[in-house]
Every structure is written in structure tokens, then in C-alpha cells.
């Protein structure tokens, strides 16, 4: 059995960490992607943004590895065909993030300590920003010798949202080749606000 370094990571970074009213599951609060003009769509019907993430080969994926994946605002996007490229998040209400990068790096804390638990040192890591998003990228050592695993994690507020992401980009690729990736793929994310 195959298990990738992505669900283990993924597993890792959100096992503890806390997302706001996590419990609660109806559809006015609960996550709704659809594929829009080789796009995918990710909103959630009481918030008034939507983001809008090129398809390029990501595919939804369900998955639920505990913690604050469960949140009904949770979203997870894959690509595997070269290596692996992943968009996953949460919407949020922005009435509960007072300060993104201090609410992003509080977060953060949490995930290192998690990565750093299931036996992942994240190093070069840097706390800085794309554009508007407030942002801490880092690498994680792939289990081979080749390749890099670069990830981005991006919080904003857009309208009354709070919108927090992970990407990562793996693959046998130079960390250089990879964080170029990754920064393009959160570049290349747009919004509409309703």
C-alpha cells in the first residue's frame, strides 16, 4: 500500500490545528466547488467570495484525516500526474481573524510542532507575502533522495472571508523548480465578490 507524502504531511499539519465552528454542517456554511469553464469554484453560500483556482489537472478529492479537515468549509484539490501539486483550505468568517499574519502564524506554530511530531522537519522556512496573501513557505525532506517538497501556506481576508490555503508542490524537481511552481500556482488563483 502506497501512501503518499502528501497525506502524511497533510495528516500531520492538521491533526490539532483549530478551525472556528467546525461542528456545524449545513448547507448555508458548508464548502460548494463546482468546475466552471476549466476552473474550479470554491465558495460557501453565506460568505460573499468565491475563489477561483485553474483546474490544470487538480482533481476534488474527499478527504477527511481528522481534525480540522472535517470542517465543513474544508476543500482539497490533487494533482498526481507529475509528481504532486495540492490546493486544500478552509473559508472562513472574518469576523473571527482579528490579524491574518498573526492568525497564520499561530497556526503555523501548531503545524510545525505537528510536522516536527510525525518525525518532518520543515526548513527554509520563510514568513514574508505574495501579493495580498500573508504567507510562510517551506520545504519538508522527501523520503528519496531526488526532488523537493515546497509549500506554501496563504491567508487572506477578502469581504467578510477569512481564507486560509496549503499548497505543495512535490515532485522529483529542484526545490528552486518546485517554489516556482507553487508560487505560481497561488498566483494564479483570482476571487469574485458577490
Known sequence: MRITIAIIILT???ADVP?????RA???VTVAIS???GNWEITVPVSHVTLVVPEAG???IKADSGGST???RYFYLKDDAKGERIVSGWFESALRVKDVKQTLQGSWDVEGANLKKAGFE???VVVGGIG???TISYQIQVPTKAGSSVHIRASRIIADTWIDLHLSVTSGETAEDNRALVTQLLKSMTFRVR
Open 122 to 124: 520543515p526548513y527554509d
Open 132 to 134: 495580498d496573501w500573508a
Open 12 to 14: 500531520a499539519l492538521l
Open 70 to 72: 472535517r470542517s465543513p
Open 26 to 28: 449545513d448547507a448555508a
Open 58 to 60: 487538480l482533481r476534488l
Open 19 to 23: 478551525i472556528y465552528g467546525a461542528a
Open 35 to 37: 468546475e466552471v469553464n
